[in-house]
Nanobody, 120 residues
Framework: DVQLQASGGGSVQAGGSLRLSCAAS????????IGWFRQAPGKEREGVSC????????YYTDSVRGRFTITGDNAKKMVYLEMKGLKPEDTAVYYC?????????????WGQGTQVTVSS
């Protein structure tokens, strides 16, 4: 079974930092673009960041570019999202997911999310 286990969320004040981790299993890691989407209460899912399986390039949605950094460890089947300069509008549940393609908000698999709360 495909499993994507996200962790590392929490509550921080605006300007703070968090590092999310994702442990992947049950599929060939290198075959999938992988990253994060988020969903805030009452809002649609939003793709945040992704690493492409094709060439290792990275994608960031405009609102997080320059503040968030995605990295991956193929040997460990881990993906990380370093989040700095957090803003209240970053508050959401963050999900680790396999992407149809980086930059396209379609996801094949995702696990339980991790809550990120940013207070002003």
């Amino acid at each position: 079974d495909v499993q994507l286990q996200a962790s590392g969320g929490g509550s921080v004040q605006a300007g703070g930092s968090l590092r999310l981790s994702c442990a992947a299993s049950g599929f060939t890691f290198d075959d999938y673009s992988i990253g994060w989407f988020r969903q805030a209460p009452g809002k649609e899912r939003e793709g945040v960041s992704c690493i492409s399986s094709t060439d290792g390039s990275t994608y960031y949605t405009d609102s997080v570019r320059g503040r968030f950094t995605i990295t991956g460890d193929n040997a460990k089947k881990m993906v990380y999202l370093e989040m700095k300069g957090l803003k209240p509008e970053d508050t959401a549940v963050y999900y680790c997911a396999t992407w149809f393609a980086c930059g396209i908000d379609e996801w094949d698999y995702w696990g339980q999310g991790t809550q990120v709360t940013v207070s002003s």
